[in-house]
C-alpha cells in the first residue's frame, strides 16, 4: 500500500454498505479501506440497522478527546520504507498506530 503521509484514515459506514459495494463492481473496496485503516492507525466505525447512532457518536468524541499523538523527526532520510511499532505497560490500552513510514529526503 502507498504511504498515506501524515495522516490516519478512519471509516464510517453502515454494515449493509460494505456487501453492496461488490454488486456495484467494486468488490474489494471494503478490504482496501480496511488495510488503509490498519496501516495508517486510523479506526473504523460500521452501523448496523439497529445500532443507536447517538451512542455511538458519543463514543467517537470520547475517543477523540482520549488520545495521545506522538512525533519524531528520523535521523536518516534514506528513501527507504521503515517499520515502527509502539510499547505500553499499561493492559488496559489499545494502540492503533501507523504500522510504517518512508524517510523521504
Not at 15 to 28: C, E, K, S, W
Not at 47 to 56: E, F, Q, R, V, Y
Not at 96 to 104: L, N, Q, V
Request: proline content about 2%; glycine content about 8%; hydrophobic content about 40%.
Amino acid at each position: 500500500m502507498k504511504q498515506a503521509g501524515e495522516i490516519a484514515c478512519h471509516v464510517a459506514a453502515a454494515v449493509d454498505q460494505f456487501d453492496r459495494l461488490d454488486t456495484l463492481g467494486l468488490a474489494g473496496v471494503g478490504t482496501y479501506l480496511d488495510d488503509a485503516v490498519d496501516a495508517t492507525g486510523g479506526g473504523r466505525i460500521r452501523l448496523g440497522a439497529h445500532d443507536d447512532s447517538k451512542a455511538t457518536m458519543q463514543r467517537v468524541v470520547n475517543e477523540l478527546r482520549h488520545q495521545y499523538t506522538m512525533s519524531f523527526i528520523p535521523t536518516v532520510l534514506d528513501g527507504a520504507v521503515h517499520r515502527l511499532q509502539v510499547k505500553v505497560n499499561r493492559k488496559a490500552v489499545k494502540l492503533r498506530f501507523r504500522r510504517s513510514y518512508t524517510a523521504i529526503p
